[in-house]
């Protein structure tokens, strides 16, 4: 039950004429009771919430940043009509900050034995499953004065996924693929390691490339053309320590890493390479395996929507030991975590043998492009002393890589924006070196 606004607006008019003509029980009840009828009255004419249907439809997962329409269709089983305020209430980051009102409130007139539909549309702000909460529902009488209350819990849950704002770099790492490939006309022969075809030579080929024995079979000059290597195993491993839950741009570092691994994942599958996936901090947060080219991406994008950095040191041991046990056979392991000098030093080099010797290694690491623009920091003391702090972790940074590319491994350090087509070309260079 609740009172509405007008019923409170007519008891206080009321009131006015009672102070001046009639002060005391007698006028109080004269104006109070035939308002207290009305009140009644209205709120036996408003419609039942407690027996009104309700379900769900609509979508169950969005790409963060779009919108996801709900639909909360409402029967009315009743013989009254449903004049209804209702409110359908999610987790606040289901709406951008001020929207929530607006999105969540809605108006319906529901005639008895009918049914209608209302359709509340959600813009997350951040990734993982949001759950719908209760459904609360005020149903008026013709006069407005006494509403009926009450809730009722529909489940529904939506699903966001991360953005894959890289996916725009896409089109040009394909290019460069087929270029690789031997497919295109910008090259005169594929580059690789693996056999496709043979042609006739023309000059400037390597003659290192002349198959002799088709040159014996026909009147022309053969040569063995290459393709990069296909069926590659790619190993995605995302450390999901405390590392990964510090913000660059007002962004997680692990939600860029995110972004850059499924780059990598759509160019590498149209490659023809087998793509895993493995988060990893003290313990396995998610392990995708074994999934046909087509549903790669689909996978990847469904096991990273509720990973979150958890805020523990990453046990490296523990992530090496599981990365061997996913990748039994050599493979291509790229490890998305950081360049900090403490957490590589202390706890990725000692255990990073056992991958090298068996693997072939990428680490791929987010930058703060802020730490650049403090090193051109000028005119005054506090921008000097900022930009020699910058400078000196910009060092670190820069020996820990270097310490890194001495043990084999390729070294990936770019800002959230570049890190998706860095880590894309770094791969396309691999391939084309033959080094998968």
Not at 84 to 104: C, L, M, N, V, Y
Not at 255 to 278: H, I, K, T
Not at 320 to 332: C, Q
Not at 400 to 407: F, G, P, Q, V, Y
């Amino acid at each position: 039950m609740a009172l509405t606004g007008r019923a409170a607006l007519l008891a206080a008019l009321g009131s006015v004429p009672v102070g001046i003509w009639e002060p005391g029980w007698t006028g109080i009840l004269a104006v109070n009771a035939p308002l207290a009828v009305a009140c009644a009255c209205d709120f036996a004419l408003a419609a039942p919430v407690r027996h009104l249907g309700l379900t769900r439809s609509g979508d169950t997962s969005v790409r963060l940043g779009d919108t996801a329409d709900v639909t909360l269709t409402i029967t009315n089983p009743s013989r009254r009509p449903l004049r209804a305020r209702i409110r359908d209430a999610w987790p606040p980051s289901s709406w951008q900050p001020g929207t929530e009102r607006e999105a969540s409130r809605h108006r319906l007139l529901v005639p008895p034995g009918e049914r209608r539909r209302l359709t509340t549309r959600l813009r997350p702000t951040r990734r993982g499953d949001r759950h719908a909460d209760r459904v609360t529902i005020r149903s008026y009488g013709p006069l407005g004065l006494l509403a009926r209350q009450g809730t009722h819990r529909v489940p529904w849950a939506v699903r966001v996924l991360p953005p894959f704002t890289s996916r725009k770099h896409l089109p040009s790492k394909l290019a460069r693929l087929r270029e690789l490939d031997g497919r295109t006309s910008v090259l005169t022969r594929g580059e690789g390691t693996e056999f496709d075809s043979l042609r006739e030579y023309v000059p400037g080929d390597d003659t290192r490339s002349i198959d002799w024995r088709a040159t014996a079979r026909q009147s022309a000059v053969a040569v063995r053309t290459w393709r990069p290597e296909r069926d590659r195993h790619i190993l995605l491993v995302l450390d999901t320590g405390r590392t990964s839950a510090g913000r660059v741009d007002d962004t997680p570092r692990l939600d860029a890493s995110m972004d850059a691994a499924l780059l990598l994942a759509a160019l590498a599958s149209r490659a023809g390479d087998r793509v895993d996936l493995l988060a990893y901090d003290r313990r396995r947060r998610a392990l995708v395996q074994g999934r046909a080219a087509g549903d790669v991406l689909p996978s990847l994008v469904n096991a990273m929507a509720t990973l979150e950095p958890e805020l523990v040191e990453t046990d490296a041991r523990g992530l090496t030991a599981t990365a061997l046990r996913t990748a039994p056979r050599r493979s291509l392991i790229v490890l998305l975590t950081t360049l900090d000098a403490a957490p590589v030093e202390e706890g990725l080099l000692p255990v990073l043998g056992r991958l090298t010797q068996r693997h072939t290694v990428l680490l791929a690491s987010v930058a703060d492009p802020h730490t650049a623009r403090m090193a051109e920091a000028r005119g005054n003391v506090d921008a000097v002393y900022e930009a020699a702090s910058a400078a000196q972790a910009h060092a670190e940074r820069d020996r820990t890589a270097e310490h890194l590319r001495r043990l084999g491994v390729t070294v990936v350090d770019a800002t959230p924006e570049e890190l998706a087509p860095a880590l894309a070309d770094a791969y396309l260079a691999l391939k084309a070196a033959g080094r998968l």
